[in-house]
């Protein structure tokens, strides 16, 4: 496994900094913020000094219930080769849901939203790693998230479903301390008992990372400071296993070069300092928590394994034992005949289903208003939207900066109302470009100056005439009678 080191994230806002904060092993940059053909300098400038680049994808939704997008798993691939690095990273969890599978709209999420801990969405899981990795050029390692919201009916801790995933796949992990924190936050996880469960000696590298309580929860931010329990999540991995790398992770309101050095320095003493502790204490590697007894620690996840609590079923058990306890969510829909009638990929297929009806609700239920799927926590489900439509606008606003300039205080206002009855299905800049429209067919912007500057910014990024004014009335006529 590939040595790393001590590492940061590698964001053009940063980009000097980075080049300039001593003990940088590593960098790691989002694999859809650069173009495989046209490198930044400054990723060119640190490669050339011997520095590792490691790409981390967002929007695969390998946790989802379609089957990977070959042009993403192309462009990350070719991103990979570009950089020279060693691996690839992504993350366990769904970012878009809908389409075929449920006859529904393709709704995206704009964030990463958790995969249900069900053996269904396990298989899923499984199969479309597979299919990853089949594709890239390097080896793939998948990164644990942050939740704000729990799924009802989980089979599997997060411990046990990792494992799982290691053991049927082969595929490395990416271990978020931050999200562990998180995770213990807002869904009582106990992050040593998650620890104690995963495979440690399949971890590719640590993320760390800093947040916020907000609306009584735990907001992986990654816009402040790394909290000490964090670093103390941190101490205690690296006390069971001495992780290939560690990396700091900052996405917004960037701190002075000098804070940023401070941190790096913190998160490499607590990995110095464990492993001091435990090769004192004769324990270097070990998979143990310190003062539990290994008797007292689940196994390993495999065929005939058991975990604490009781047995687990075969990965290749009747179909009945892996979907004894389905998300419960409304409208989950079934395929005929019984199990042991079905081919394996009939019931692969027929677990697509399922995953993907629940999926779809859950999405729907955030960014579309429809009702909150049985089981779930409404109030939880409102933070989480929140967060979704806060997010949305912040992402709007870096990418589109002329909006904000333009609109003023009544930029964030005018895209709340846009946003709550018209859920994201394409990508950021699409949605730029549609909330603008929406403006001009609506015309909510009174002042002339103004609309003549969202005309135009509109016209040069479609290359075509915005809408006139038999158009704006039939699109506004058509907008009433969809929301009556």
């Known amino acids: 496994m590939t040595e790393l080191g001590i590492g940061i994230g590698w964001r053009p806002e940063i980009a000097e900094a980075v080049e300039a904060l001593p003990g940088v092993d590593w960098v790691e940059v989002v694999a859809e913020n650069v173009c495989a053909g046209h490198l930044p300098d400054s990723l060119t400038r640190l490669r050339s000094r011997g520095v590792t680049v490691v790409p981390h994808g967002v929007s695969l939704g390998l946790g989802g219930a379609d089957r990977p997008d070959a042009g993403r798993l192309a462009d990350l691939a070719a991103t990979a080769t570009a950089l020279g690095a060693p691996l690839v990273t992504e993350h366990i969890a769904f970012v878009r849901a809908g389409g075929a599978l449920t006859a529904t709209p393709v709704l995206e999420a704009g964030h990463l939203l958790p995969v249900p801990r069900t053996w269904d969405a396990l298989d899923v899981l499984c199969e479309n790693v597979r299919i990853a990795q089949d594709a890239l050029p390097v080896p ?43 995770n213990h936050v807002n869904r009582g996880e106990s992050p040593s008992k998650a620890l104690s469960e995963l495979p440690v000696e399949a971890i590719a590298y640590v993320h760390v990372a800093g947040g916020l309580s907000r609306d009584g929860v735990w907001h992986d931010t990654h816009a ?64 143990v928590a310190p003062g539990v007894a290994d008797a007292e620690q689940p196994l390993l996840i495999g065929a005939g394994a058991r975990v604490s609590g009781g047995p687990m079923p075969h990965p290749l058990a009747p179909a009945e034992a892996l979907t004894a306890k389905p998300v419960p969510v409304q409208g989950t829909a079934r395929t005929g005949g019984t199990a042991s009638e079905r081919t394996a990929p009939e019931r692969a297929d027929a677990a697509r289903e399922r995953v993907g009806v629940a999926q779809a609700a859950l999405l729907s239920a955030l960014v579309a208003g429809t009702p909150v799927p049985e089981g779930f926590d409404p109030a939880r489900l409102g933070v989480q939207s929140r967060a979704l439509l806060g997010k949305r606008a912040d992402v709007i606003s870096k990418i589109a900066p002329e909006l904000p300039e333009i609109l003023g205080d009544g930029y964030r206002p005018a895209f709340r109302a846009y946003a709550k009855s018209r859920p994201m299905t394409g990508g950021y800049r699409r949605d730029a470009l549609a909330f ?22 509109w016209q040069e990024r479609t290359d075509t005439r915005p809408p006139g004014p038999t158009a704006r009335l039939f699109r506004a006529a058509r907008a009433a009678l969809v929301r009556r």
């Open 140 to 182: 793939l390692a998948l990164e644990n998230i942050a939740a704000l919201i729990s799924w009802p009916g989980e089979e599997l801790t997060e411990g046990q479903f990792l494992a799982e995933l290691v053991e049927r796949t082969g595929v490395r992990l990416l271990i978020d301390v931050a999200n562990l924190h998180t």
């Open 224 to 287: 402040h400071p790394v909290p000490e329990p964090v670093l103390d999540i941190l101490s205690d991995l690296a006390s069971r296993v001495a992780p290939p790398g560690v990396l700091l992770e900052r996405d917004d309101n960037f701190p002075a070069p000098a804070e940023l050095a401070s941190e790096l320095k913190a998160i490499r003493g607590r990995v110095a300092g464990a492993r001091a502790t435990t090769s004192a204490t004769g324990g270097a590697g070990s998979a």
């Open 436 to 457: 603008v429209e929406h403006l001009l067919v609506a015309g909510r912007i009174e002042d002339p100056d103004d609309r003549r500057r969202l005309t135009r910014w």
